[in-house]
């Protein structure tokens, strides 16, 4: 009888750790942008910049990381000294942004499924290229074919672009820039 007692212990023991685990990798929902935002990298109010936003959640910080650009996000991602325990990524879609000008304060899309246009003639709200995320592909195709660029998946963002200078990420949106013949 001990033994099924154990045995049974054991196997609710290994249920909670599961349930546990799923409810641990559950990703934080995004936040509404408020008047709070204030951007990692300028250190300015989000709200007072055109453009899509980005928030990150990292499990080693209490409060989401905001960026006054889509772009600043990324490359929140790509940067060595920053966290990497990156839970979720999220990016203003412009699709269901009312304008360029206003993205919206809860219209998120997870960075990792969302399309970017990159090499638009839209500037980010500080003034540099944008990686201008979407979630509908036909959404991103339509603002490419009005304000030049190209459609990119995340993954397919070039890391030259989002780094680089102003100057250095145009070349960076070309599918065959630093290549030789």
Not at 16 to 21: M, R, V
Not at 51 to 68: D, H, N, R, T
Not at 85 to 111: C, L, R
Request: hydrophobic fraction near 40%; aromatic fraction near 8%; include cysteine.
């Amino acid at each position: 009888m001990k033994r099924l007692a154990l045995a049974c212990a054991l196997v609710t023991a290994f249920a909670l750790a599961g349930c546990n685990d799923k409810q641990a990798a559950t990703p934080p929902p995004p936040i509404k942008l408020t008047q709070q935002a204030i951007g990692h990298y300028c250190g300015m109010n989000l709200l007072e910049h055109s453009g899509p936003k980005g928030q990150i959640f990292a499990a080693s910080l209490i409060e989401p990381v905001w960026f006054s650009s889509a772009r600043d996000a990324i490359a929140f991602t790509m940067l060595p000294d920053e966290p990497k325990d990156i839970q979720a990524i999220y990016v203003s879609d412009m699709g269901k942004a009312a304008s360029w000008d206003n993205p919206g304060p809860d219209n998120w899309i997870e960075a990792r499924r969302a399309l970017f246009v990159i090499g638009s003639r839209l500037k980010s709200g500080m003034g540099s290229d944008e990686a201008v995320p979407f979630s509908e592909r036909s959404a991103a195709e339509r603002f490419a074919a009005e304000h030049g660029g190209r459609v990119v998946s995340f993954s397919e963002v070039p890391r030259d672009y989002v780094l680089s200078s102003a100057e250095d990420s145009a070349s960076a949106t070309e599918p065959d820039a630093g290549k030789t013949n």
